[in-house]
């Protein structure tokens, strides 16, 4: 049996998560650094309600660039997310059932749980668990989450995330992951992952590191910043009012506090590039952390909120 | 007498807490049988704990099955209360009843409240069975964990990772206890990958055979060996070849592995080229391979990977192990050769923007704290005519925190300091300014050897007291099991290059140097505490760690440790040096002797001091009045100038000995002479002289801290 190209690899773990009962998502459309921050893993742990999903998810780490040269690190790599909330007790069983369903053979391979807990401070969220090691290589990452936007979860969610790249790279036993195969189209001929994204690779890294307006990098955060911030406290204006005022539920349930996240989402990317510009002063940079994270830690508190409310309505 | 086996079975336990959880569980099921009489004589040696990835087990063989019954006597009313003209009350009938014994056969005892009635009555012990399926749940909830977690839905319990089962068996019998929502049977599970069924445990005894057969041992030790062995025979592959040995490595993966196996990988020769320390380094720390040395004992191009299953039939698993290790080392090449085309120079300005601590701004800002440091400890040792270059350490000082900037650096972190010195030999820098740069993190463990040139040494002092200064000043000093910086090892390597490098700098000098940068740092202003309290803080904290080298390091007694740094706790060297004197004579009848008259004086000091009275600090020779305090005057001033003299030239055996042939005069002043005598003017001379040999033979040990009772030494 041929290994499966990049993107079988990713129709396969899809067509596997699917099978088990995720809804299936589509990558969010907002840079992130990680599959973690998309809203579906980073607001939808929060709270009381079940939820299973996958999705692809682009990760861009504009300080990880390497203009394309390197032949295993990326600005942008592609991680393929699974939450699972709450975990079945056979979860580790099922990770490893997703790893023969894209055609590894457990019995010949060498497999691993090595301790792994993953913390991130701007987003107020950690959790406990391993890298899971399949010949001496890492190619998942799972955690049981803990916290999230400073908050206490339960129940306790799963999240495995698949480093594609790699996971492709090793199945093909190439050594760059600009060999990877991609596909191969209807004549036969190979497209290679350096096809479809050397060039992306190429030029944004110049343009993260070289490019990017600082200043305006700067501008742009502090608006983003600045709405962000005025929604959430928009947000405890409106709880406030139909408290007082007995105002309709309503008012509270529609109101954004998804906008308020993309909005965060934009500060973090923004800092990142500020970071691989090296704008980032000693003094500024724990500082802007923790805006970043205060901005986080108020949407996931306003989205939490909302969420009870929805849950005593759908329950009275 | 049954066996009991008790299995808990997890998701993967950190490798890093196996070992100590199986020695608790382990100890916890013993006391538990000793405090439920379940044991029978010589309980530990029947007791064994297992330990894997996946589970911990205890197996006690031959334990009882049912406790003993006993009696006991309880105690009833009073006897007056109890009868009434010899008959019962009804007192004594609720008392019976309670007890459960007839009227008739009360008994009366007395004690040193009076007279009470009392009941003898065997209470029936209970069966082993509902004693553990009761008691084992508490025990496994109370295990300590460095870092635990929440699984289930209302977060009823912590443990290290999902508990997914448990077996429970007094020999083939199933205990019904049950612990985090599972329930106890016979059933564990074998192998993740090599076994399929889950396992039954057919006895308790059988647990070990049984869950061989289903790939796992079991026994740490047993994997071990099995591990040694196996490294042995892959390396036996290459001629010549020896692994190197790694304590810690093996340790680390006896407990990633239920089932282990060895392979030998190779890589490619070009590799060697680069440094052996970052070789090593990506192998050991980043992939737990051990290395391998050939033949002439240099680093061969092979590693040996510790494998979870029974073997690499196809070859797979070396053939991925080895492309990982090659992605790896590519890596390191890469970033080896991208950080050339920044030399260390140019990357000292790079410094600012990389973070030492967020209150305490740069490594820039620290770099130029530790080259004024560095600058003003040379002057310090030139003066006592060291010969050390300064032109030499000033160089390692800037450059010391540049590889920071790396690629390599920021990859491989261990490397940090390591990294720096190969650079700066690679740019060619004189090897001392390399050397130096080199070996400035160290010692980072107890057996980690101290900077080999004393620019290194001095870079590193420097390097070390600014950051427990900088700590300090923002109030992060250690506390309990809390030292986020590592601040002790810190100060315990401060202490150690002193000793190690016989420096003659005092660790107040040392300090104030620290604290004295922090001062004139303008920026750092309104976020330091008062620099004098930090100073006492520091002395503090340093004099722990001296004392702790001095202890635990050196192995002085405690009391010669105490009696030593009592006198001074400033100059390591001399530190030493005192407490090596004070070894030598301290088991001599004279030293003894002067120890507890030494006793005395402080205690007669302080008893005069708290009875409001008062004293010269000089005593008067034309008031000595009786002969004796006249014969110990006399003797106390000559002494006093010789040990002045002998001190001085660090004669410090022969110092002590000098104090001890006091001993006979001592004991007849103490013999003749009353002290608190009713004149004024007699006793506070007396006072005086004893106060004046307190202050002038105490500097090389406080006498009175070395314990003379034999049965308080050790």
Redesign the interface.
């Given at each position: 049996m041929s290994p499966p190209t990049f993107q079988e690899l990713i129709l396969k773990l899809q067509a596997f998560w699917a099978d088990y009962g995720c809804v299936l998502q589509q990558p969010y459309d907002i840079e992130v650094g990680a599959g973690t921050m998309a809203p579906e893993t980073f607001l939808r742990v929060l709270g009381p309600k079940p939820y299973r999903t996958a999705y692809l998810q682009p990760s861009r780490r504009p300080a990880d660039g390497r203009y394309g040269e390197?032949?295993?690190?990326l600005y942008k790599h592609l991680q393929l997310q699974v939450i699972l909330k709450?975990?079945p007790?056979d979860v580790?069983e099922l990770y490893?059932r997703s790893l023969q369903a894209i055609g590894i053979d457990?019995?010949?391979?060498?497999?691993?749980?090595?301790?792994d807990?993953w913390e991130s401070p701007t987003l107020g969220a950690w959790g406990?668990g391993?890298q899971v090691m399949?010949?001496?290589?890492e190619i998942t990452q799972f955690t049981?989450f803990?916290q999230c936007g400073g908050i206490d979860l339960?129940?306790?969610s799963a999240e495995l995330t698949y480093g594609l790249e790699r996971l492709a790279a090793?199945l093909q036993?190439v050594?760059s992951i600009y060999d990877i195969v991609w596909t191969r189209g209807a004549d036969g001929k190979t497209v290679t992952y350096g096809d479809v994204r050397l060039a992306e690779e190429l030029q944004f890294s110049v343009y993260n590191f070289e490019f990017a307006d600082v200043q305006k990098a700067w501008q742009h955060l502090q608006l983003y910043e600045s709405e962000c911030k005025a929604l959430i406290d928009g947000y405890a204006a409106v709880k406030k009012k139909t408290a007082e005022e007995g105002a309709a539920v309503e008012e509270v349930r529609r109101y954004p506090a998804l906008g308020a996240f993309d909005l965060c989402l934009k500060c973090s990317h923004l800092f990142n590039i500020l970071d691989a510009r090296?704008a980032?002063?000693?003094?500024e940079?724990?500082g802007v952390i923790a805006r970043i994270r205060a901005l986080a830690v108020g949407v996931a508190k306003a989205y939490l909120d909302q969420q009870q409310i929805s849950f005593r309505e759908a329950a009275a | 007498m049954p066996d009991l086996l008790i299995e808990i079975g997890c998701e993967e336990i950190p490798a890093r807490m196996i070992e100590a959880a199986r020695e608790e569980f382990g100890k916890r099921v013993t006391d538990l049988l000793q405090r439920e009489r379940l044991t029978v004589q010589r309980a530990e040696a029947a007791i064994a704990s297992f330990s894997t990835p996946r589970r911990l087990a205890v197996l006690a063989r031959h334990v009882s099955s049912q406790q003993p019954n006993v009696e006991e006597q309880l105690i009833g009313p009073a006897t007056k209360v109890a009868f009434k003209d010899g008959n019962p009350t009804p007192a004594a009938e609720a008392f019976a009843r309670k007890a459960g014994i007839d009227i008739a056969k009360l008994e009366k005892i007395t004690n040193p409240k009076g007279e009470y009635i009392a009941a003898t009555v065997v209470r029936k012990g209970r069966s082993a069975a509902e004693i553990l399926a009761e008691a084992l749940p508490k025990e496994l909830n109370a295990l300590y964990w460095a870092k635990n977690m929440y699984w289930r839905a209302g977060k009823p319990e912590r443990f290290v990772r999902p508990v997914r089962w448990i077996v429970a068996l007094l020999d083939d019998e199933s205990l019904p206890l049950e612990y985090a929502g599972v329930k106890a049977g016979n059933r564990s599970r074998g192998h993740r990958v090599l076994t399929s069924a889950p396992v039954t445990i057919s006895g308790a005894n059988e647990y070990v055979e049984e869950l061989k057969a289903s790939k796992v041992v079991a026994d740490p030790a047993e994997r071990l060996a099995q591990i040694r062995k196996a490294l042995d025979a892959e390396t036996r592959k290459v001629s010549g070849a020896r692994w190197r040995e790694d304590a810690e490595l093996l340790n680390t993966v006896v407990n990633l592995t239920e089932f282990p196996g060895v392979i030998l990988g190779s890589f490619d020769r070009a590799f060697l080229s680069l440094p052996e320390e970052v070789l090593v380094t990506v192998m050991r720390d980043h992939q737990k391979y051990f290395a391998v040395d050939d033949a002439s004992g240099k680093l061969a191009p092979h590693f040996l990977a510790i494998l979870n299953t029974d073997g690499d039939r196809d070859g797979m698993i070396r053939h991925g192990n080895e492309r990982v290790l090659r992605a790896r080392f590519n890596d390191a090449q890469f970033f080896w050769q991208a950080d050339q085309k920044i030399p260390l120079m140019e990357r000292v300005e790079m410094l600012r923007s990389v973070t030492f601590q967020k209150d305490l701004g740069s490594y820039w800002s620290k770099t130029e704290r530790i080259r004024a440091a560095v600058s003003s400890l040379i002057e310090a040792l030139v003066k006592r005519e060291v010969s050390i270059s300064k032109e030499t350490a000033d160089k390692a000082a800037l450059l010391a925190k540049t590889d920071l900037t790396t690629e390599l650096v920021k990859e491989f972190t261990e490397l940090q300091g390591i990294v720096g010195g190969l650079y700066a030999k690679a740019q060619s820098h004189p090897e001392g300014v390399a050397d130096a740069i080199y070996d400035h993190y160290r010692p980072e463990s107890t057996e980690d050897p101290v900077p080999r040139s004393l620019e290194g040494a001095i870079v590193s002092l420097a390097d070390k007291a600014d950051s427990i200064a900088g700590m300090f000043a923002l109030g992060l000093q250690p506390s309990g099991s809390k030292d986020p910086f590592a601040l002790r090892r810190q100060a315990n390597g401060i202490v150690r290059i002193l000793a190690e490098h016989n420096l003659s700098l005092s660790l107040e000098q040392i300090f104030s140097v620290a604290l004295e940068q922090y001062r004139v740092a303008t920026e750092l202003q309104g976020k330091l505490r008062d620099l004098k309290e930090t100073y006492t803080a520091i002395a503090q904290f340093l004099r722990e760690r001296l004392e702790f080298y001095l202890r635990d390091v050196r192995r002085f007694a405690y009391d010669v440790v105490n009696a030593v740094l009592s006198a001074d706790a400033n100059y390591v060297v001399d530190a030493i040096h005192r407490a090596e004197a004070v070894s030598a004579v301290r088991l001599t009848d004279d030293f003894i002797a002067i120890s507890t008259a030494f006793k005395r004086i402080k205690n007669i000091l302080r008893q005069a001091r708290e009875g409001g009275k008062k004293w010269p600090d000089e005593f008067k020779t034309d008031h000595l009045l009786e002969p004796a305090e006249q014969a110990l005057g006399a003797r106390v001033t000559e002494t006093r100038d010789r040990v002045l003299s002998l001190r001085k030239g660090r004669h410090y055996q022969e110092t002590l000995n000098h104090i001890a042939q006091l001993r006979p005069v001592v004991d007849t002043f103490f013999d003749k002479v009353m002290v608190m005598a009713e004149d004024d003017k007699l006793r506070s001379n007396r006072l005086a002289l004893l106060a004046t040999m307190q202050r002038s033979f105490s500097e090389i040990a406080d006498f009175s801290e070395i314990v003379t009772e034999k049965s308080a030494g050790s």
């Amino acid at each position: 049996m041929s290994p499966p190209t990049f993107q079988e690899l990713i129709l396969k773990l899809q067509a596997f998560w699917a099978d088990y009962g995720c809804v299936l998502q589509q990558p969010y459309d907002i840079e992130v650094g990680a599959g973690t921050m998309a809203p579906e893993t980073f607001l939808r742990v929060l709270g009381p309600k079940p939820y299973r999903t996958a999705y692809l998810q682009p990760s861009r780490r504009p300080a990880d660039g390497r203009y394309g040269e390197n032949p295993n690190r990326l600005y942008k790599h592609l991680q393929l997310q699974v939450i699972l909330k709450p975990p079945p007790n056979d979860v580790q069983e099922l990770y490893l059932r997703s790893l023969q369903a894209i055609g590894i053979d457990l019995r010949k391979h060498d497999i691993k749980f090595e301790e792994d807990n993953w913390e991130s401070p701007t987003l107020g969220a950690w959790g406990i668990g391993w890298q899971v090691m399949l010949d001496g290589l890492e190619i998942t990452q799972f955690t049981y989450f803990q916290q999230c936007g400073g908050i206490d979860l339960d129940p306790i969610s799963a999240e495995l995330t698949y480093g594609l790249e790699r996971l492709a790279a090793f199945l093909q036993d190439v050594d760059s992951i600009y060999d990877i195969v991609w596909t191969r189209g209807a004549d036969g001929k190979t497209v290679t992952y350096g096809d479809v994204r050397l060039a992306e690779e190429l030029q944004f890294s110049v343009y993260n590191f070289e490019f990017a307006d600082v200043q305006k990098a700067w501008q742009h955060l502090q608006l983003y910043e600045s709405e962000c911030k005025a929604l959430i406290d928009g947000y405890a204006a409106v709880k406030k009012k139909t408290a007082e005022e007995g105002a309709a539920v309503e008012e509270v349930r529609r109101y954004p506090a998804l906008g308020a996240f993309d909005l965060c989402l934009k500060c973090s990317h923004l800092f990142n590039i500020l970071d691989a510009r090296g704008a980032i002063s000693v003094t500024e940079r724990v500082g802007v952390i923790a805006r970043i994270r205060a901005l986080a830690v108020g949407v996931a508190k306003a989205y939490l909120d909302q969420q009870q409310i929805s849950f005593r309505e759908a329950a009275a | 007498m049954p066996d009991l086996l008790i299995e808990i079975g997890c998701e993967e336990i950190p490798a890093r807490m196996i070992e100590a959880a199986r020695e608790e569980f382990g100890k916890r099921v013993t006391d538990l049988l000793q405090r439920e009489r379940l044991t029978v004589q010589r309980a530990e040696a029947a007791i064994a704990s297992f330990s894997t990835p996946r589970r911990l087990a205890v197996l006690a063989r031959h334990v009882s099955s049912q406790q003993p019954n006993v009696e006991e006597q309880l105690i009833g009313p009073a006897t007056k209360v109890a009868f009434k003209d010899g008959n019962p009350t009804p007192a004594a009938e609720a008392f019976a009843r309670k007890a459960g014994i007839d009227i008739a056969k009360l008994e009366k005892i007395t004690n040193p409240k009076g007279e009470y009635i009392a009941a003898t009555v065997v209470r029936k012990g209970r069966s082993a069975a509902e004693i553990l399926a009761e008691a084992l749940p508490k025990e496994l909830n109370a295990l300590y964990w460095a870092k635990n977690m929440y699984w289930r839905a209302g977060k009823p319990e912590r443990f290290v990772r999902p508990v997914r089962w448990i077996v429970a068996l007094l020999d083939d019998e199933s205990l019904p206890l049950e612990y985090a929502g599972v329930k106890a049977g016979n059933r564990s599970r074998g192998h993740r990958v090599l076994t399929s069924a889950p396992v039954t445990i057919s006895g308790a005894n059988e647990y070990v055979e049984e869950l061989k057969a289903s790939k796992v041992v079991a026994d740490p030790a047993e994997r071990l060996a099995q591990i040694r062995k196996a490294l042995d025979a892959e390396t036996r592959k290459v001629s010549g070849a020896r692994w190197r040995e790694d304590a810690e490595l093996l340790n680390t993966v006896v407990n990633l592995t239920e089932f282990p196996g060895v392979i030998l990988g190779s890589f490619d020769r070009a590799f060697l080229s680069l440094p052996e320390e970052v070789l090593v380094t990506v192998m050991r720390d980043h992939q737990k391979y051990f290395a391998v040395d050939d033949a002439s004992g240099k680093l061969a191009p092979h590693f040996l990977a510790i494998l979870n299953t029974d073997g690499d039939r196809d070859g797979m698993i070396r053939h991925g192990n080895e492309r990982v290790l090659r992605a790896r080392f590519n890596d390191a090449q890469f970033f080896w050769q991208a950080d050339q085309k920044i030399p260390l120079m140019e990357r000292v300005e790079m410094l600012r923007s990389v973070t030492f601590q967020k209150d305490l701004g740069s490594y820039w800002s620290k770099t130029e704290r530790i080259r004024a440091a560095v600058s003003s400890l040379i002057e310090a040792l030139v003066k006592r005519e060291v010969s050390i270059s300064k032109e030499t350490a000033d160089k390692a000082a800037l450059l010391a925190k540049t590889d920071l900037t790396t690629e390599l650096v920021k990859e491989f972190t261990e490397l940090q300091g390591i990294v720096g010195g190969l650079y700066a030999k690679a740019q060619s820098h004189p090897e001392g300014v390399a050397d130096a740069i080199y070996d400035h993190y160290r010692p980072e463990s107890t057996e980690d050897p101290v900077p080999r040139s004393l620019e290194g040494a001095i870079v590193s002092l420097a390097d070390k007291a600014d950051s427990i200064a900088g700590m300090f000043a923002l109030g992060l000093q250690p506390s309990g099991s809390k030292d986020p910086f590592a601040l002790r090892r810190q100060a315990n390597g401060i202490v150690r290059i002193l000793a190690e490098h016989n420096l003659s700098l005092s660790l107040e000098q040392i300090f104030s140097v620290a604290l004295e940068q922090y001062r004139v740092a303008t920026e750092l202003q309104g976020k330091l505490r008062d620099l004098k309290e930090t100073y006492t803080a520091i002395a503090q904290f340093l004099r722990e760690r001296l004392e702790f080298y001095l202890r635990d390091v050196r192995r002085f007694a405690y009391d010669v440790v105490n009696a030593v740094l009592s006198a001074d706790a400033n100059y390591v060297v001399d530190a030493i040096h005192r407490a090596e004197a004070v070894s030598a004579v301290r088991l001599t009848d004279d030293f003894i002797a002067i120890s507890t008259a030494f006793k005395r004086i402080k205690n007669i000091l302080r008893q005069a001091r708290e009875g409001g009275k008062k004293w010269p600090d000089e005593f008067k020779t034309d008031h000595l009045l009786e002969p004796a305090e006249q014969a110990l005057g006399a003797r106390v001033t000559e002494t006093r100038d010789r040990v002045l003299s002998l001190r001085k030239g660090r004669h410090y055996q022969e110092t002590l000995n000098h104090i001890a042939q006091l001993r006979p005069v001592v004991d007849t002043f103490f013999d003749k002479v009353m002290v608190m005598a009713e004149d004024d003017k007699l006793r506070s001379n007396r006072l005086a002289l004893l106060a004046t040999m307190q202050r002038s033979f105490s500097e090389i040990a406080d006498f009175s801290e070395i314990v003379t009772e034999k049965s308080a030494g050790s």
